[in-house]
Protein backbone atom coordinates (compact mmCIF):
# COMPACT_ATOMS: atom_id res chain seq x y z
CA UNK A 1 0.00 0.00 0.00
CA UNK A 2 1.41 3.27 -1.42
CA UNK A 3 1.14 5.69 1.70
CA UNK A 4 2.47 9.65 1.70
CA UNK A 5 2.94 11.79 5.14
CA UNK A 6 3.42 15.40 4.54
CA UNK A 7 4.33 17.27 7.98
CA UNK A 8 6.09 20.52 9.20
CA UNK A 9 3.55 22.88 7.87
CA UNK A 10 1.75 25.44 10.49
CA UNK A 11 1.25 29.01 11.04
CA UNK A 12 4.03 31.87 10.22
CA UNK A 13 4.74 35.60 9.65
CA UNK A 14 5.32 36.60 6.53
CA UNK A 15 8.98 36.59 5.65
CA UNK A 16 9.41 33.67 7.17
CA UNK A 17 10.29 30.44 6.79
CA UNK A 18 8.80 26.65 6.69
CA UNK A 19 10.20 23.23 5.30
CA UNK A 20 7.70 20.45 4.50
CA UNK A 21 8.45 16.67 4.23
CA UNK A 22 6.83 13.59 2.73
CA UNK A 23 7.73 10.57 3.97
CA UNK A 24 6.66 8.20 1.35
CA UNK A 25 6.33 4.62 1.67
CA UNK A 26 5.20 1.26 -0.55
CA UNK A 27 6.88 2.06 -3.42
CA UNK A 28 10.32 2.06 -4.94
CA UNK A 29 11.12 5.78 -4.17
CA UNK A 30 14.04 6.33 -6.38
CA UNK A 31 12.69 5.15 -9.44
CA UNK A 32 9.85 7.59 -9.01
CA UNK A 33 9.89 11.97 -10.08
CA UNK A 34 7.70 13.92 -7.02
CA UNK A 35 6.29 16.66 -6.84
CA UNK A 36 4.77 19.66 -4.59
CA UNK A 37 1.23 20.91 -5.04
CA UNK A 38 -0.88 23.36 -3.03
CA UNK A 39 -4.60 24.20 -2.98
CA UNK A 40 -5.89 27.52 -1.37
CA UNK A 41 -9.54 27.73 -0.21
CA UNK A 42 -11.96 28.26 -3.03
CA UNK A 43 -9.09 27.63 -5.71
CA UNK A 44 -8.20 25.19 -7.43
CA UNK A 45 -4.92 22.70 -6.65
CA UNK A 46 -1.72 24.12 -8.57
CA UNK A 47 1.85 22.96 -8.93
CA UNK A 48 4.61 24.44 -6.73
CA UNK A 49 7.93 22.36 -7.62
CA UNK A 50 8.87 18.86 -9.18
CA UNK A 51 12.45 16.70 -8.83
CA UNK A 52 12.93 13.67 -10.88
CA UNK A 53 14.37 10.86 -10.06
CA UNK A 54 17.75 12.06 -11.21
CA UNK A 55 17.09 15.04 -9.09
CA UNK A 56 16.30 17.74 -11.76
CA UNK A 57 13.74 20.73 -10.41
CA UNK A 58 10.98 22.56 -11.57
CA UNK A 59 9.77 25.30 -10.30
CA UNK A 60 6.04 27.27 -11.01
CA UNK A 61 6.44 31.23 -11.15
CA UNK A 62 5.14 31.35 -8.24
CA UNK A 63 7.54 29.76 -6.00
CA UNK A 64 11.03 30.09 -7.85
CA UNK A 65 13.71 31.83 -5.63
CA UNK A 66 11.71 31.27 -2.54
CA UNK A 67 10.93 27.25 -2.58
CA UNK A 68 13.10 24.57 -2.94
CA UNK A 69 12.69 21.09 -3.64
CA UNK A 70 14.95 18.40 -2.40
CA UNK A 71 14.90 14.71 -2.07
CA UNK A 72 17.00 12.27 0.16
CA UNK A 73 16.30 8.74 -1.23
CA UNK A 74 17.62 7.24 1.98
CA UNK A 75 15.03 8.27 3.67
CA UNK A 76 12.40 8.01 1.22
CA UNK A 77 11.52 11.65 1.73
CA UNK A 78 10.84 14.64 -0.31
CA UNK A 79 11.13 18.36 1.11
CA UNK A 80 10.13 22.00 0.02
CA UNK A 81 11.98 24.39 1.48
CA UNK A 82 10.31 27.22 2.04
CA UNK A 83 11.17 31.27 2.39
CA UNK A 84 10.32 34.13 2.32
CA UNK A 85 6.92 33.11 2.66
CA UNK A 86 4.06 35.68 1.72
CA UNK A 87 0.00 35.18 2.60
CA UNK A 88 -0.45 34.50 -0.74
CA UNK A 89 1.48 31.40 0.20
CA UNK A 90 -1.38 30.01 2.54
CA UNK A 91 -3.07 26.66 1.07
CA UNK A 92 -2.86 23.41 1.81
CA UNK A 93 0.37 21.44 0.45
CA UNK A 94 0.35 18.27 -0.79
CA UNK A 95 3.12 16.00 -2.02
CA UNK A 96 2.21 13.63 -5.17
CA UNK A 97 4.18 10.16 -6.60
CA UNK A 98 3.75 11.81 -10.46
CA UNK A 99 3.75 9.37 -12.40
CA UNK A 100 1.03 6.65 -10.45
CA UNK A 101 -0.83 10.11 -9.06
CA UNK A 102 -1.07 8.58 -5.57
CA UNK A 103 -1.34 12.03 -3.13
CA UNK A 104 -0.85 12.52 0.64
CA UNK A 105 -3.24 13.91 2.65
CA UNK A 106 -1.66 17.23 2.80
CA UNK A 107 -0.13 20.02 5.24
CA UNK A 108 -1.52 23.20 6.14
CA UNK A 109 0.23 26.76 5.74
CA UNK A 110 -0.63 29.64 6.73
CA UNK A 111 1.29 33.01 6.63
CA UNK A 112 -0.22 35.51 8.54
CA UNK A 113 0.32 39.24 7.14
Known amino acids: QVQLVESGGGLVQAGGSLRLSCAVS????????MGWYRQAPGKQRELVAT???????NYADTGKGRFTISRNNAKNTVYLQMNSLKPEDTAVYYC???????WGQGTQVTVSS
Open 51 to 57: ITRGGNT
Open 26 to 33: GIIFRDNA
Open 96 to 102: KVIAVGY
